[in-house]
């Protein structure tokens, strides 16, 4: 006499699932190890089109420090300019605002990503510790 058919097909399902995470893990590994990053792509390419077109060489490193300066001020302003919206309608203090600013720049850089693929997302990762509000009178 066979089995029933649910006892059959569940340990063949289970037995599907696990060979096809399997193989979505060592098709993502490979994929990672072998695609270059395009970020590092795009400045090589623009600082030889660069000295293609000037006959002036842009060092990549230097560009790239660049890249990451202009890319830091310009998110710091943007928390800046978002902590004044904040403090303007009164939902933080200035103190709180300064605060926090202080704590964004004490991070160190990591960058922060999930998985394979890194997290697409911009902005901290993680808030401050929010003090416990005073109950004393």
Known sequence: MWPSKKLIIIPISAALLVAGITAGIVFAAD?????????????AKVCTIY???????????????AFNQAQNEIQLAREKSQLQNLVTQGKITQDQADQYLKWLQSRPNVPFGFGFGGFPGRGAPCAPPTPAPSTTQ
């Open 31 to 43: 994929n990672n190890n072998t695609q270059p990053n395009q970020g590092e792509d795009l400045l």
């Open 51 to 65: 000295a293609q077109k000037t006959g002036v060489t842009i060092d990549e490193a230097t560009l790239k420090d």
